[in-house]
């Protein structure tokens, strides 16, 4: 994807008609990865536009049936095929990166093979450099632009993450890891609405994976027909929280269609990817929502100050937060639709930068969850007022922490 690609894409997603899905899927797996980041952004895009980018997170292009069996034959384990009873022709999703089918093993145990689909590494590479030839330029013209948002960090954290996923081992290792967390706190805060699936290492590898069948709904299956309770999400923010702000190791890819809910559990897939962040980053950002989730603007002035690798003067820090002040001056209380809590938090990172505040780049996977996150609550419970039903988890959080 060189310039004009992104530029097209931009316009297909921002413009006036409807994202031409087939168009961004031409471009390539990082225009994909762009459009599922804007999927959830129902507080600067429609509600139709964000329903027609969802469709990448589980609609993409899928193979047909038999070139799918011929891409086991060719990337799986020797004979792989001769141990299934049943290999489903239909696809249950067709990811950016990944196929998956319901199949049967001959001992009678439901599994689902996922295959990569293609071979997108070198060209994802390629398209990332070329945006990356592009981000240099702009800067070059706007350089407080590499302050603010600093798209260079942003496309780096998207790069990190497709690589890791390209990799299937990555996504046995990544939820070993989740596991390994899970049984290290399960038993000091409420992790029982999570659970993990098996996998059937002897028969994956990096293009392969084998693993138990879920039968349930992602949870952007249950957005899109309405049907995810506010509790549920509630649930996924206590789980998903205790591994950001306790852990300090996470999903590095968040979105609705890698969480399952099934029998009254919580699955996460596509674990190729896990994130970490630094402790000052980590118990930064926990002190700052708790502080906000009480109306203390003043104490979480101080948090944001604490993540910056550099700290203000006296008479800086005096002047940011009397902007601070006048930044969240309108927050008490607000819903999410009135006040998307990403976009805040853009504003204050923005208003930091501008103040002379530097941050970490591992801040980029953990502002990413919060988006997704707060995406999610704007398409279940536009009228929730979120930092206010977190309270009870962030005590719980600060317990161990």
């Not at 993409?60 to 049943?86: A, C, M, R, V």
């Not at 990569?116 to 590479?125: D, H, P, R, S, V």
């Not at 029982?192 to 059937?200: C, M």
């Not at 919580?266 to 708790?290: C, E, P, Q």
């Amino acid at each position: 994807m060189n310039w004009i690609g992104f530029t097209k894409l931009i316009y297909s997603i921002y413009g006036p008609g409807m994202p031409d899905l087939e168009y961004i899927q031409k471009l390539g797996l990082l225009a994909i990865k762009l459009g599922q980041v804007h999927a959830l952004r129902i507080d600067f895009l429609s509600r139709e536009k964000c329903q027609q980018l969802a469709k990448l997170y589980r609609q993409t292009f899928s193979l047909p049936s038999e070139n799918f069996l011929e891409l086991l034959k060719q990337k799986g384990s020797k004979n792989i095929i001769d141990n299934f009873s049943n290999i489903e022709k239909k696809p249950l999703a067709s990811a950016s990166i990944g196929q998956i089918h319901k199949a049967k093993l001959k001992n009678g145990k439901d599994v689902v093979i996922k295959a990569i689909k293609g071979n997108y590494k070198e060209t994802f590479k390629e398209d990332v450099n070329n945006l990356e030839g592009l981000f240099k330029i702009i800067m070059f013209f706007y350089p407080k632009l590499k302050k603010v948002a600093n798209p260079l960090g942003i496309l780096e954290d998207i790069k990190t993450y497709t690589l890791s996923e390209l990799d299937l081992t990555n996504e046995i290792k990544g939820r070993a890891k989740l596991k390994s967390i899970y049984e290290q706190l399960k038993g000091s805060i409420d992790l029982s609405k999570l659970d993990f699936f098996n996998v059937y290492k002897e028969l994956s590898n990096d293009d392969v994976l084998v693993s138990e069948y879920i039968n349930g709904q992602t949870f952007d299956e249950l957005l899109e027909q309405g049907k995810l309770p506010y509790d549920l999400l509630l649930d996924l923010f206590l789980v998903h929280g205790t591994y950001m702000f306790v852990a300090g190791t996470f999903h590095g890819d968040i979105h609705p269609g890698n969480v399952i809910y099934s029998n009254n559990k919580l699955y996460f897939v596509d674990t190729g990817s896990v994130s970490t962040v630094t402790d000052k980053i980590r118990k930064g950002l926990f002190h700052f929502f708790k502080a906000l989730s009480n109306d203390d603007f003043k104490s979480s002035a101080g948090a944001l100050q604490s993540m910056s690798e550099k700290e203000l003067t006296r008479a800086d820090y005096s002047r940011f937060e009397q902007k601070f002040f006048g930044l969240y001056r309108d927050f008490k209380n607000k819903t999410v639709s009135q006040i998307s809590l990403t976009q805040k938090m853009m504003e204050t990172i923005k208003l930091g930068v501008h103040s002379g505040m530097e941050f970490g780049q591992d801040m980029f996977p953990i502002i990413r969850s919060l988006m997704y996150m707060d995406g999610m609550v704007l398409k279940c419970k536009s009228d929730a007022v979120l930092l206010k039903d977190m309270r009870p988890f962030i005590d719980s959080f600060e317990k161990l922490i």
